[in-house]
């Protein structure tokens, strides 16, 4: 026997993932640093059945242990998850890490949850970069939580990267394609009521975009769906459109976190029921459109958006930490475990402001000849224009607040000054701001939201 083979490594535990299609991920990990064997790979997830694309065990095993090198000294606060980019030439592959502490066997460790994708789907994967990490986020702050407790962190895991694989395998066969043509949309129709209800189209495209962009389609008909979602993917840039997709003809997707437009088809009797954990998870508003009774509903802006999707982790987090048993930590189990989990079920409304900047964009665009290039120029200027108030917005809060170190009280002449009276005008501009400075809706309304809401819990304890 030689004596320069080195000792055998433990077996890595593995899930093989069975999914319709091809997924592009090649395998999800989860390491950790053990402080005598150094980086060592606890389990391994793979799409089922997709032959000599997979890598081998040991290739996994080797890429994981890369994402943990030079971590030993790291120095991060407490709960902090960092992200790590990496792009391997050598080995044709890019992984994307979160690392953070946690605790296995008693003792804190670094650990590092990896997805790891072909080199040759990056530029398909870039778009889908921050959705697939921010679920992951989430996913790793609950499961330390189990590591804190001695409950397994596996099977946490995987309830989220089965479904990041399912999305991934989806997005690469019903994705919006980058360029949308004006033909495939109801802004190529002759008129304005050939293909729907004006009132609808109109409330459509001003609550999508009122909503930061963020729209669900639901409906039976799978090429009307579609052709609602590639309408409003006019109104989304060319990165936004990669993270947007179509509806399946012949079976609906499971409504995904994240994206930006969705069409989903209902079920045989008519329905279909959104999750309320991932709608609220989104990381802006979400308009819901049905085409089937053409109604549109919304959900409340970005700071109401912001605070309960807050308050409903903290409360899901705290609802963990006070499980009593590991089979108590199920997602049904932690939501009936307390009253006050789910604020308000009701989270979609009636559109309620009307506007005058996409009225006027409907009525005239369909004043134009249709099949030619005269309405996609159009479309253009309407979508600068928009672009040009939401700069003029931020540079005057800007210079009201001397860039924020003062709070913002003249919201009424911001309005005049700007020419945005009418509400809906206002929460359009406001959105597209919202996508160019993030947390906008927090500084120039949160502190009275704030306030009313904790006063209106006050109120309802009693």
Known sequence: MSAACPPQSPAVAKTEVPLEGWCPLLAATFAYWD??????????????GQGSLLLSDGEVTFLANHTLNGEILRSAESGAVDVKFFVLSEKGV???????????????????????????????????????????????????????????????????????????????THSVPEEVDIKDTLLNDDDIGDSCHEDFLHKAISSHLQTCGCSVVVGSNPDKVNKIVFTLCLFLTPTERKCSR??????SFKYDTGLFVQGLLKDSTGSFVLPYRQVLYSPYPTTHIDVDINTVKQMPPCHEHTYHQRRYMRAELSALWRAASEDDISPDNLINSQDSFTPDLNIFQDVMHKDTLVKS???????????????????????LLLHRKALTLLRYIEDETQKGR?????????????????????????????????????????????????????????
Not at 421 to 450: C, Q, W, Y
Request: aromatic share 8%; net charge positive.
């Open 35 to 48: 402080n005598i064997l150094g980086p060592r790979v606890r389990h391994i997830w793979a799409p089922k």
């Open 246 to 251: 179509l509806c399946r003809a012949d079976d």
């Open 406 to 462: 003062k709070p913002f009280r003249s919201l009424r002449n911001l309005k005049t000054d700007l020419d945005l009276t009418v509400e809906g005008d206002l929460n359009i501009v406001m959105a597209m701001a919202e996508k160019l400075r993030a947390g906008l809706h927090s500084f120039v309304f949160g502190k009275p939201f704030f306030t009313s809401v904790q006063e209106r819990d006050l109120l309802m304890s009693f």
């Open 361 to 383: 964009f409907i009525d005239e665009v369909f004043l134009l000849k249709p099949g030619l290039s005269l309405r996609s120029v159009y479309l253009s200027h309407f979508l």
């Open 94 to 172: 890019i992984i994307v890490s979160l690392i953070f502490d946690g605790e296995l066997k008693g003792d804190k460790n670094t650990c590092a949850l990896s997805i790891i994708l072909p080199q040759s789907e990056l530029n398909f994967y870039l778009p889908l970069h921050s959705v697939c990490v921010e679920r992951l986020k989430h996913i790793v702050r609950k499961g330390r939580i189990c590591m804190q407790k001695g409950y397994s962190i596996i099977s946490m895991l995987t309830s989220e990267i089965v479904p990041i694989m399912e999305l991934l395998s989806s997005m690469k």
